[in-house]
T-cell receptor
Framework: KNQVEQSPQSLIILEGKNCTLQ??????????LRWYKQDTGRGPVSLTI?????NTKSNGRYTATLDADTKQSSLHITASQLSDSASYIC??????????FGKGTMLLVSP | DAGVIQSPRHEVTEMGQEVTLRCKPI?????LFWYRQTMMRGLELLIY????????DSGMPEDRFSAKMPNASFSTLKIQPSEPRDSAVYFC???????????FGPGTRLTVT
C-alpha cells in the first residue's frame, strides 16, 4: 500500500532558527515528490517538485532533498520567519499519476 | 490571472440537503482536481479531469458524490444527500498540460449539521 509518513507532526521554533522536516514514503512506481506549504485557511501552495533524478532543489530559503534509494525526503527551512508558520505537506506521485499525501507537519515560528 | 476561484467559500447545510460546490480553473489549464481535507484524514484526491473528461474518480467516497465539468472554465462537485461526515474543506486545483504544478483555490468550508 502506498504511504507517506511525515515527521514531526508539529514543531515550534524561534524566529531566525533553521529547521528540517522529514518525509518517508513507500510509493511505487515513483514519479515525483512535492512539498506544499499551506497557510491557515488557504489552499496549499507548491514549494518544490522533484523527480527521480533530482536529489536537491531550492526555492528561496526552502531546500528540499530526495534520496530515492532510501525513499526519504527532507525540507530544510533556513533563517525562519514568522510567515513560515504553516502546515507543510509532502505528496508523492506515481507514474500513473496517483497521488499519496502525508498528513503534514504543523510549523509554528515564535518571535 | 485571478487564480482558481471557488464558491461558496463557506456553506452550512442540514443533513439530507443537496450541496453544490463550484470551481473556475485558471484559464488555459487542462487539468482540474477536486480534493477534500479533514483533520483526521488530511488531503484526499476525490477526482480529476483532463480536458473536461473525468480520468480518475476512484477517490470519490460514494454515490452521493458526483462531479461534472461541462466546459473548460467550470466544474461542480455535488453531494446529495449530504451527511455530517461530509463536513470538510473542499479544494479545487488546476494544472497546465505537461506540468506537475497544481494551483489550488481557496477552498470551500462545508459544515453539515
Amino acid at each position: 500500500k502506498n504511504q507517506v509518513e511525515q515527521s514531526p507532526q508539529s514543531l515550534i521554533i524561534l524566529e531566525g532558527k533553521n529547521c528540517t522536516l522529514q518525509c518517508n514514503y513507500t510509493v511505487s512506481p515513483f514519479s515525483n515528490l512535492r512539498w506544499y506549504k499551506q497557510d491557515t485557511g488557504r489552499g496549499p501552495v507548491s514549494l518544490t517538485i522533484m523527480t527521480f533524478s533530482e536529489n536537491t532543489k531550492s526555492n528561496g530559503r526552502y531546500t528540499a532533498t530526495l534520496d530515492a534509494d532510501t525513499k526519504q525526503s527532507s525540507l530544510h527551512i533556513t533563517a525562519s520567519q514568522l510567515s513560515d508558520s504553516a502546515s507543510y505537506i509532502c505528496v508523492v506521485s506515481t507514474r500513473y499519476s496517483t497521488l499519496t499525501f502525508g498528513k503534514g507537519t504543523m510549523l509554528l515560528v515564535s518571535p | 490571472d485571478a487564480g482558481v476561484i471557488q464558491s461558496p467559500r463557506h456553506e452550512v447545510t442540514e443533513m439530507g440537503q443537496e450541496v453544490t460546490l463550484r470551481c473556475k480553473p485558471i484559464s488555459g489549464h487542462d487539468y482540474l482536481f477536486w480534493y477534500r481535507q479533514t483533520m483526521m484524514r488530511g488531503l484526499e484526491l476525490l477526482i480529476y479531469f483532463n480536458n473536461n473528461v473525468p480520468i480518475d474518480d476512484s477517490g470519490m467516497p460514494e454515490d452521493r458524490f458526483s462531479a461534472k465539468m461541462p466546459n473548460a472554465s467550470f466544474s461542480t462537485l455535488k453531494i446529495q444527500p449530504s451527511e455530517p461526515r461530509d463536513s470538510a474543506v473542499y479544494f479545487c486545483a488546476s494544472a497546465p498540460r505537461g506540468s506537475h504544478e497544481q494551483y489550488f483555490g481557496p477552498g470551500t468550508r462545508l459544515t453539515v449539521t
